[in-house]
């Protein structure tokens, strides 16, 4: 049974139940590169996310090095998983890494959007290249790394971390 669907032009999903309790669904057929979503919700400091924290679940999507927005429905139901089919541009643009499949849930790796060395996650995705545990994007395999770069979907702040990191380590 679907909980909610949601349609507009650029918009095609439904939340359902998944094996992580709800999820994001395509419900018609998505073509790579094509536009799943936009992440919205109020943007709020570090200092928010974590006084938030301490009282109720928090969902913060970060988008800068100390800015984040506190997503909601729909967004806040995207599932991580270590091999995604989706992937984040332009700071909360969702879009189809691949073809997604009607039916089919859709997933994007949150470390492409972690960068504060304070949050963890155990991962149960089962995928072969599962990482067990979700730290930030500079935790990620040198070749993960260079992939979520070319595929343009790591956010900015952290491309240019990155960068930093790697001019430092070259000289």
Known sequence: MKIKSFNTAFLSIYIDRCDFGRGVFAARNISKGE?????????????????????????P???????YIDIEEPGVIVNHHCHPNAGIVNTKTLIALTDISKGEEIFYDY????????????????????????????????????????????????????NLNREVSLS
Not at 38 to 51: A, N, P, Q, R, Y
Request: charged share 20%; hydrophobic share 40%.
């Open 61 to 67: 999507l970060q988008i800068d090095i100390n800015t």
């Open 111 to 162: 470390s492409t959007t972690m960068s504060e060395n304070l949050w963890t996650m155990v991962c149960g995705c089962s995928a072969s290249n599962c990482r067990k545990i979700i730290k930030d994007f500079h935790y990620l395999p040198d070749s993960l790394k260079e992939q979520y770069l070319e595929l343009g979907i790591v956010q900015n702040f952290i491309v240019r971390e990155h």
């Open 35 to 59: 536009v799943i979503l936009t992440f919205t919700g109020k943007v709020i400091s570090l200092t928010e996310v974590l006084t938030k924290a301490e009282k109720e679940a928090a969902n």
